[in-house]
């Protein structure tokens, strides 16, 4: 009888740690959830799309014009349309349209370019 009196307050000691530490860590998982504090290992990609067609032009000093317009832009704040000479246009909102005097052969690029991002997201190969 003495053996079990010694370990009658051991058994509270453990659930109390044990809830304790539950405790800690469902308050720390809604600390996390709360405040976001979690960084993405996935990167944001652009959501736009952008079409572009290229007019040839038989004027002096110019190939042509190149011609884009934003068809659809979920997440970017700005689109840039750059031609091979260097020519270049900022459009961001569905239906904005530039065209742009081409002077040389070359790709022309549309930028989908934010905080997050910076990627090509259509071109243009453009060739006399």
Request: without cysteine; charged residues 15%.
């Amino acid at each position: 009888m003495k053996s079990n009196k010694l370990h009658n307050g051991i058994s509270p000691v453990i659930g109390t740690i044990l809830l304790v530490g539950v405790t800690v860590a469902l308050v720390s998982l809604v600390a996390v959830v709360a405040f976001d504090t979690i960084d993405s290992a996935v990167s944001e990609t652009a959501d736009a799309e952008v079409t572009m067609s290229f007019q040839q032009n038989a004027g002096a000093g110019r190939i042509g014009y190149l011609s884009a317009e934003v068809i659809r832009n979920q997440n970017v704040e700005n689109i840039v349309v750059e031609t091979p000479n260097g020519n270049s246009a900022v459009v961001s909102n569905v239906g904005d349209q530039t065209n742009l005097t081409v002077e040389s052969e070359g790709t022309a690029l549309a930028r989908a370019q934010d905080q997050s991002f910076n990627e090509v997201i259509s071109s243009i190969n453009i060739q006399v």
